[in-house]
Each structure stands twice: as C-alpha cells, then as structure tokens.
C-alpha cells in the first residue's frame, strides 16, 4: 500500500502564508504526478495544483501567482507554498499522488487532508 500523510494546515489571517506538506510512503516503485486539491464546504474537490515527476507544474486561476507546488523526489514528498491567502481558500486541502506500487500496478492515491482557515 502506498500512505500519504499531509501536514502544515492551520488558521492564518488573510495576506499571510502557509505551507503544507505531503509525505508518501509504503510500496513504492514510482511516483509520476503529485498534486494538491481542496474541498471548501458545501462545493465539489477541485484542484489546486499538479507537478509532474519533470517538474512541470499548473495551476488553478485562482491560485496562480499565490501558489507554489514543488517536489522533492528524493524524500517522495511535495509542497504547497501558499502566499497572499485569501477568505476563500479555505478549505481542507487534500495530496494526491500517481503511484506504481513495488506490484507494479498503478493507482491514485489521496491523503487524509489537512485543513486550512483564513480568517482574522
């Protein structure tokens, strides 16, 4: 099995920052794309950014030039430098990872989420 465990939510006022963190562990062979999604309530998951295992990133209108994803393959972990948060980011914040399993099938693996408020 492959576990993911996010890390750095927490309540932050508008204009401030966060960074979140995202851990994968278990039977890895591989890891292609990472991404990080967020659920606010009573809206559908959507996403917020992707990166590949080259390093390419994209991003939601909403978030582009606030957010930064990046990777650190070598610890199988990636990031989410949040900037400029605003009232309507919050949401909880959900990793995602495409990941050939040691078996070597493939699959899409989420975290628990980490909850991210911004209020004053």
């Known amino acids: 099995q492959v576990q993911l465990v996010e890390s750095g939510g927490g309540l932050v006022q508008p204009g401030g920052s966060l960074r979140l963190s995202c851990a994968a562990s278990?039977?890895?062979?591989?890891?292609?794309?990472m991404g990080w999604f967020r659920q606010a309530p009573g809206k559908q998951r959507e996403l917020v950014a992707v990166?590949?295992?080259?390093?390419?990133?994209n991003y939601a209108d909403s978030v582009k030039g606030r957010f930064t994803i990046s990777r650190d393959n070598t610890k199988n972990t990636v990031y989410l430098q949040m900037n400029s948060l605003k009232p309507e980011d919050t949401a909880v914040y959900f990793c995602?990872?495409?990941?050939?399993?040691?078996?070597?099938?493939?699959?899409?693996?989420w975290g628990q989420g980490t909850r991210v408020t911004v209020s004053l």
């Open positions: 995602n990872a495409d990941a050939t399993h040691t078996s070597r099938s493939r699959a899409s693996y």
């Open positions: 278990g039977s890895i062979f591989s890891i292609n794309a």
């Open positions: 990166i590949t295992g080259g390093g390419s990133t």
